[in-house]
């Protein structure tokens, strides 16, 4: 076996030149072996195969040890049924084809699902590895893909819910279908809700007990022990206390125990009360009181609905009421009997009041009608005497006293007895002699003393026989319809208090006056140029001694005499005059005419220059017969009618006044035209300046 070059070349026949030699290989070989394969080739069933390989030149494929076509194209396995197939292969050289090469493919069987249980636990609960039933178990976090791991995982119990966990088995290197393995960690529930402490009183009856839960299992100890079937009934025989408990499950989870503490307790020993409590009718009564702890009140022995509010017994009805009360404190104690008894009241005494004493005279003890009397100095509380009391006449004024009397223990009203112990009056002012000019008059005293009345008499005969005045029974006595034939009558007032000696006042009398006549005239006339002397003069009648009081337009003047005259103008002004003429004497008074005084002479509406001529500062001046002030201005024209000067003035009164200063301007003719607020010339005059 083995290769042999060999070489050759050509000559040409007509140069016998050779040419290049060219190489000639010859191989000799021996016959193809067969194929190297790996065998066997396991599948699981349904696993994806692939195309069979072997190691070797010019592959043909056979499904049979001999005979058959061969096929240069690979098999691929099916993997849908489990088994073993036998696949061959041959490899070719130039010498031929070699023996047929044996390839079994098994597909082995899928195996079940490992075999799992679910799982629960309660939170906090120690929990161990899952556990599932196959061989060489893989397990899994999720439901397809992911990394196995031989390990099996420990749940944690810390986080209420469930977790899904995956397990899977391998058989002849097939694995399984994942298996779920559910595990829950449920919620611990908490103790039962109860109520403690649960207070019996010793032999009463009992109730089994109850709580507030889900699932609920009774013990006698705090921890471990046996859960009762029911729940229990305490025992009441015996003063104690027991604690029992209670738990409440949530699934298989079972939660702390709560203690239920019941306590048995003595009943309680009974109020003390006084009793029988004694009233009067109509008495005021006080709420019933007891020595004891949570007093209930009740109107009956036994049963009813007891109150912890004390009742007031009514006294309004003479006769005999129980009431009962017993201290609740843990057991409520045997009932307590209070007796209310309403016996009679008395009526008040009788007796006289008020009673009149003159301050300093002697004095006798009180008296009234009654049995048992009480005597007091006030009308409610203080404590009552047997003795009657003299009252005292040092000081004067009013004073109050009680008696009552008492049937048995029930005392009655007290009956008010007032003891007046007047002053003797003083009259502190006198009344005085009235000048009147009207038809009425009035008199007033004042006085003291006490309780003091008063009566006013007349004497008709200037003082020698006086009369009472019928209805003049106050301290002001007005005297109505005066005629002047009553000013010689006499006035006087008696003032009384009690039975005390009366003071008697001066005595007064009403002189009864005239009002004059008052005739106002104005000279020389009642109109006249304000630059001319003139005045208003009074006439009066009868003569007397007068005073004067003056207006003008209704505003009051400070002049005081019987007249008002002025040089060139009456005062400062025109209008209506009028005066009030009064009698020192008697106070009578009278009121004049009016007199209106204006100016129809010329004066009324005439500019005023001065001096005229002038050398520069001029006065203009202007009296107006409109009252009411208004807004001027003063013009000033030269001869060229230019106006050179414009002045605003307001009247006040009804005068306007003005100064103008030409001092400036040229010697010459000027015209002064005043003009009203409108611009409408009102007066005008004119003017010669040096």
């Keep these: 076996l083995g290769t042999t070059i060999y070489y050759a070349s050509q000559t040409s026949i007509f140069a016998n030149c050779e040419g290049p030699r060219a190489a000639i290989t010859v191989n000799v070989l021996s016959v193809s072996p067969a194929p190297i394969v790996v065998s066997p080739v396991i599948y699981c069933q349904n696993s994806t195969a692939v195309p069979l390989t072997a190691t070797g030149t010019n592959l ?9 076509i061969g096929s240069a194209t690979a098999p691929t396995p099916s993997t849908a049924t489990a088994g073993s197939t036998t696949y061959y292969v041959t490899q070719n050289s130039t010498c031929g084809e070699s023996a047929r090469t044996p ?88 103790a039962p809700v109860v109520a403690t402490p649960i207070i019996y009183c010793i032999n009463s009856t009992a109730i089994p007990l109850t709580a ?8 006698t100890v705090a921890t471990g022990g046996t859960a009762l079937a029911t729940a229990p009934t305490p025992l009441t025989t015996t003063i104690g206390s027991t604690t029992y408990y209670v738990s409440q499950s949530t699934g298989t989870c079972e939660g702390p125990r709560a203690a239920m503490v019941v306590n048995v307790t003595a009943v309680t020993a009974a109020p003390t009360a006084v009793s029988p409590i004694v009233y009067c009718q109509g008495s005021t009564a006080t709420a019933l009181t007891a020595i004891g702890t949570n007093l209930s009140w009740y109107t009956i022995a036994t049963g009813g609905t007891g109150s912890a509010t004390a009742p007031t017994p009514s006294t309004t009805t003479v006769g005999s009421t129980t009431y009962y009360v017993s201290q609740t404190g ?44 009480l005597w007091y100095s006030a009308a409610t509380g203080s404590t009552g005497t047997a003795i009657a009391p003299t009252p005292s006449t040092a000081t004067a004024g009013s004073t109050t006293y009680y008696v009552s009397q008492r049937v048995g223990t029930c005392e009655g009203p007290r009956t008010a007895i007032v003891v007046n112990v007047s002053a003797a009056p003083s009259i502190t002012t006198q009344p005085q002699d009235i000048n009147s000019c009207a038809t009425s008059a009035t008199f007033t005293v004042a006085a003291t003393g006490t309780s003091l009345t008063y009566q006013w008499y007349v004497s008709t005969d200037g003082g020698t026989t006086y009369n009472s005045i019928g209805g003049a029974t106050s301290s002001t006595f007005i005297l109505n319809g005066l005629t002047a034939a009553q000013s010689n009558y006499k006035y006087r007032a008696v003032v009384s208090s009690g039975t005390c000696a009366a003071a008697i006042s001066n005595a007064v009398s009403a002189r009864v006056g005239t009002n004059p006549v008052v005739v106002l005239t104005a000279a020389p006339t009642a109109n006249f140029n304000p630059y001319t002397n003139g005045g208003v003069y009074t006439t009066v009648s009868p003569a007397g001694n007068y005073t004067y009081q003056w207006k003008r ?73 409109t009252i009411a002030p208004q807004g001027y201005s003063v013009n000033v024209y030269d001869e060229r009618g230019t106006r050179v000067i414009s002045k605003d003035i307001t009247l006040t009164g009804r005068y306007v006044s003005a100064t103008v200063d030409l001092t400036k301007f040229a010697g010459g003719n000027y015209i002064i035209i005043l003009k009203d607020a409108a611009g409408k010339k009102v007066a005008s005059s004119r003017l010669v300046k040096y």
């Design 212 to 219: 507030t839960g889900t699932n609920l299992k009774w013990y």
């Design 103 to 190: 390839i079994v493919v098994t597909v082995n069987a899928t195996p079940s699902a490992p075999t799992v249980a679910s799982l629960q636990y309660c939170q906090g609960a120690t929990a161990i590895s899952l556990t599932a039933t196959g061989t060489n178990l893989l397990w899994y976090a999720a439901a397809a893909g992911g990394t196995g791991s031989t390990t099996a995982p420990t749940p944690s119990t810390t986080i209420v819910g469930t977790t899904n966990y995956y397990v899977s088995q391998t058989i002849l290197n097939c694995e399984s279908p994942r298996a779920l393995l559910a595990v829950t960690i449920n919620a611990t529930p908490n």
């Design 553 to 625: 337009n209704n505003a009051i003047l400070t002049n005081t005499g019987t007249s008002i005259t002025r040089a060139n103008g009456l005062l400062d002004d025109f209008g209506s005059y009028i005066v009030t003429v009064t009698d020192v004497a008697t106070g009578c008074s009278g009121i004049s005419n009016a007199v209106n005084v204006s100016d129809i002479e010329g004066g009324r509406n005439l500019l005023y220059v001065s001096p005229n001529p002038t050398t520069g500062l001029v006065k203009v001046s202007f009296y107006s017969s």
């Design 330 to 373: 843990t057991c409520e104690s045997i009932r307590t009997a209070i007796v209310v008894n309403v016996t009679i009241t008395p009526a008040a005494p009788t007796a006289v009041s008020p009673i009149e004493y003159c301050q300093g005279s002697p004095s006798t003890s009180l008296i009234a009608l009654g049995t048992n009397l």
């Design 60 to 68: 043909l494929w056979y499904t049979s040890a001999s005979g058959g």
